[in-house]
T-cell receptor
Framework: AQSVAQPEDQVNVAEGNPLTVKCTYS??????LFWYVQYPNRGLQFLLKYITGDNLVKGSYGFEAEFNKSQTSFHLKKLSALVSDSALYFCAVKGGAWGNTGKLIFGQGTTLQVKP | DVKVTQSSRYLVKRTGEKVFLECVQD?????MFWYRQDPGLGLRLIYF???????EKGDIPEGYSVSREKKERFSLILESASTNQTSMYLCASNLDRRSPNYGYTFGSGTRLTVV
C-alpha cells in the first residue's frame, strides 16, 4: 500500500537559519512526489514536485527538495528561513504504476514555525 | 490560473441535516476530489470522480455521497450530518489521472461545524 510519513509534527527554526521538513514514502513502482503548503484557513498551494530526472528539485518561494531513492525520502529544504514561511506543510505521493487511480496520498502534515 | 471554488468558507449545520458542499473548477479538468482535513490526520480522501456521472470511493466514504452531473461541478453530500463530521473539507481537481505531471489544484476549503 502507498503511504507517506512526516515524522515531525512541528519544526521550529530561527529566521535566517536553514530549515528541513522531512518526508519518507512507500509506493510500488516509481514515485511521483509533491510538497504543498497551507496557510491558516486556506487551501493547499503547490510548492514543487519530483517526477523524474535531477534528484534536486527547485520550487516556489526558494524551497527545494531532494529525492533520495535508497532512503525513500523527499525532504523539503530552504537555505534561509523567513517568518512568512510559517505554515503547515504536506508531503504527498502518487504511485507510478500505469492504470493507477491518480490519487495523491498525503502525509499528516508538519507545522513549520519560524521565529524572528 | 486554474480556479477551484468552494461555495462556502464556513458552515454551521445541525445534527441530522442534509448538507451540500459545492465545488466548481473552471479549467475543464477531468478529475475532482473531496478530502477532509483533521489535525494530526492530514488529508483523507472521501470520494473522487474521473468523469461526469462517475464516482469512486476513497478511504473514508461512510456517511458521505457525491454527485457529478457536470464536468465542472463536484458536490459532496452529507446525508445526515453528525458531530464527527465537523472538519475542514477540501476540494481539488487535476487534469489527467494518467499523467504524473499534474498535481492538484485545491479550493480554499469549507470549515463545517455540526452542532
Amino acid at each position: 500500500a502507498q503511504s507517506v510519513a512526516q515524522p515531525e509534527d512541528q519544526v521550529n527554526v530561527a529566521e535566517g537559519n536553514p530549515l528541513t521538513v522531512k518526508c519518507t514514502y512507500s509506493v510500488s513502482g516509481n514515485p511521483y512526489l509533491f510538497w504543498y503548503v497551507q496557510y491558516p484557513n486556506r487551501g493547499l498551494q503547490f510548492l514543487l514536485k519530483y517526477i523524474t530526472g535531477d534528484n534536486l528539485v527547485k520550487g516556489s518561494y526558494g524551497f527545494e527538495a531532494e529525492f533520495n531513492k535508497s532512503q525513500t525520502s523527499f525532504h523539503l529544504k530552504k537555505l534561509s528561513a523567513l517568518v512568512s514561511d510559517s505554515a503547515l506543510y504536506f508531503c504527498a505521493v502518487k504511485g507510478g504504476a500505469w492504470g493507477n487511480t491518480g490519487k495523491l496520498i498525503f502525509g499528516q502534515g508538519t507545522t513549520l514555525q519560524v521565529k524572528p | 490560473d486554474v480556479k477551484v471554488t468552494q461555495s462556502s468558507r464556513y458552515l454551521v449545520k445541525r445534527t441530522g441535516e442534509k448538507v451540500f458542499l459545492e465545488c466548481v473548477q473552471d479549467m475543464d479538468h477531468e478529475n475532482m476530489f473531496w478530502y477532509r482535513q483533521d489535525p494530526g490526520l492530514g488529508l483523507r480522501l472521501i470520494y473522487f470522480s474521473y468523469d461526469v456521472k462517475m464516482k469512486e470511493k476513497g478511504d473514508i466514504p461512510e456517511g458521505y455521497s457525491v454527485s457529478r452531473e457536470k464536468k465542472e461541478r463536484f458536490s459532496l453530500i452529507l446525508e445526515s450530518a453528525s458531530t464527527n463530521q465537523t472538519s475542514m473539507y477540501l476540494c481539488a481537481s487535476n487534469l489527467d489521472r494518467r499523467s504524473p505531471n499534474y498535481g492538484y489544484t485545491f479550493g480554499s476549503g469549507t470549515r463545517l461545524t455540526v452542532v
